[in-house]
């Protein structure tokens, strides 16, 4: 006989019958918010009552479009416990993505943020919103914006019982939503079960996860919005563990605040908050000293945001996951072999996406479909499955019959995997760069350029060329002051010594700012409509630089 159904209820009871005492903190335009896992399960159960009042039902889909705060917590255990379906939208994205999601999802609850009411507002369209019954604030006020019905959130739960006897759920009940940021068509929904949840949630306490336990202070600067935080506050609340949400936009001010006044121990977000960071802390008195662990995803982590932390006392964890992988997949921790191997070493590891997480698997199959070898060279696209991978997106027949192959993920991240099993990758699918018959890894050049200390941010494209079919250009962002030709004879230098030659960059391009997705990974589809008309080879370049002329 099966045990009970793996559900996210057990979570919350633990935490409340363990852990009554410990703190919930938020950081919110009004000030510090902060209460305890007790009050905080009043306040879910009260607002599992208000959305009963209201009509939800078990599988009723319940939107949220906020930013990392305990009211936003609040619905991460009171609406998936209730048998509704969390499904947390990203307001960072174009208007008509949202009216596509919202749509697509059936929403029948929309809780929005004040600051964020009129963005929802702008992108408010009858038809895309005929499903959604009723619009919240979260706060004790309402703005004054064109949504129908609204109400404050306060007002929402505050006549509700604080008891409320949560039903028994199947482990294939839906838990949660998530859309894809959509970045080469139609955002896709990616649905979790109940189990699904419940194991990743499992997975991030083990060492090999995230190693999350309840001394801990937990502050997730990744948006609560994208992928749940990387499920950090379902992991922080199994574990007991303090939590702190960073609240609105937070600068690295904020952050160095929210760390030395907190005490938070661990912290995850992608690199250019890091990078932020780290320059702040170089210019003002910082304390980071309760700081141990900072998780890295979204993008590669930097070899020297790495050594930076490292030099702090401080741990830089890089995990890899996606959207579809709940999102945690692989964990760039050190084997036991690996501790006792030179520092440099050390750090190349660090900086892959990692070993795969205990309970998942994987394989990397190349343009034949034959699985590659393990020797850090050949590549191939990785494949994924396991218990908290999906194998279906909502409503999308059509993207099933590509993305999947059986039980297995087609990531589309091409990867190599070294001796030890360390994956990395190499490229998007999408942004590899095919010149003259051969694969150059522009993410491998775009760490390789960053790593220079005059480089804040760089991306690498290909563009068409005529005798070589693409070749890389290199989009740089660098301070004011800097002198350009100096550096771009420096990072040509650089790249010499690392890379054959017809993997070098043909131009270097100076701009402001390398765009970002809505997830605030660089969006090269950005950058290749940008300057698609412009002129970007060198003239001098050397554009016959091909494989077999190395």
Not at 358 to 373: H, S, T, W, Y
Not at 412 to 432: P, Q, S, W
Not at 494 to 518: H, N, Q, S, V
């Amino acid at each position: 006989m099966s045990g009970y159904d793996q559900t996210l209820e057990p979570f919350l009871w633990r935490a409340e019958a363990i852990h009554s005492d410990r703190e919930i903190v938020a950081r919110t335009h009004e000030g510090i918010n902060r209460y305890t896992y007790g009050e905080y399960a009043d306040r879910a159960r009260q607002l599992a009552n208000a959305l009963d009042a209201l009509g939800i039902e078990e599988g009723d889909r319940v939107g949220t479009f906020c930013w990392n705060h305990d009211r936003h917590f609040e619905t991460y255990f009171g609406v998936p416990n209730m048998g509704a379906q969390l499904h947390t939208i990203n307001p960072l994205l174009p208007d008509s993505h949202i009216q596509y999601i919202v749509e697509d999802a059936a929403d029948r609850v929309i809780f929005v943020d004040p600051s964020l009411a009129e963005k929802l507002a702008a992108a408010y369209d009858p038809d895309a919103f005929e499903s959604v019954e009723q619009f919240v604030v979260i706060g004790d006020e309402v703005p004054d914006v064109s949504l129908e019905p609204l109400t404050d959130y306060e007002s929402f739960i505050a006549d509700q019982s604080t008891e409320y006897d949560w039903p028994d759920l199947d482990q294939e009940d839906m838990a949660g939503m998530c859309y894809t940021s959509g970045t080469t068509g139609k955002p896709k929904g990616v649905e979790y079960t109940q189990q699904m949840m419940w194991s990743h949630t499992m997975a991030m306490l083990t060492p090999q996860g995230l190693g999350i336990e309840d001394s801990d202070v937990v502050m997730p600067i990744v948006p609560m919005f994208h992928v749940n935080a990387w499920g950090m506050p379902f992991a922080a609340t199994a574990a007991g563990a303090k939590q702190v949400f960073p609240g609105p936009a937070p600068d690295p001010a904020d952050i160095a605040q929210l760390i030395e006044d907190e005490g938070v121990t661990i912290t995850a977000g992608v690199p250019t908050v890091w990078l932020g960071l780290l320059e702040y802390a170089a210019e003002n008195e910082v304390d980071l000293s309760s700081l141990e662990r900072v998780v890295i995803g979204g993008a590669a982590a930097p070899k020297a945001v790495i050594e930076q932390f490292d030099d702090l006392g401080v741990e830089v964890v890089h995990a890899w996951g996606m959207t579809e992988t709940s999102p945690v997949g692989a964990v760039a921790h050190l084997t036991d072999e690996m501790e006792r191997a030179p520092y440099g070493t050390q750090v190349d590891k660090r900086s892959k996406q990692g070993l795969i997480v205990p309970g998942l698997e994987f394989k990397v199959v190349g343009d034949d479909g034959e699985e590659i070898a393990w020797d850090g060279e050949a590549f191939g696209e990785l494949l994924i499955r396991g218990p908290w991978v999906t194998t279906e997106y909502h409503e999308r027949p059509e993207a099933n019959e590509t993305d999947f192959e059986g039980s297995w993920l087609r990531t589309g991240d091409i990867v190599t995997v070294d001796e030890e099993g360390y994956i990395e990758i190499v490229d998007r699918a999408d942004d590899v760069i095919k010149s003259g018959g051969e694969w150059i890894s522009s993410q491998e050049l775009e760490n390789a350029i960053m790593s220079h200390e005059a480089v804040s941010e760089a991306a690498v494209i290909g563009v068409p060329h005529e005798r070589w079919q693409e070749r890389p250009v290199a989009m740089v962002v660098v301070p004011e002051t800097t002198d350009r030709d100096q550096l771009t004879e420096e990072l040509k230098a650089m790249l010499r010594e690392e890379y054959p030659k017809w993997w070098l960059p043909d131009g270097f391009e100076f701009i402001d700012e390398i765009p970002k997705t809505a997830t605030g990974k660089f969006s090269k589809m950005d950058l290749r409509e940008q300057y698609a008309g412009e002129e970007l080879l060198e003239e001098d370049a050397p554009a016959d630089a091909a494989p077999d002329e190395d």
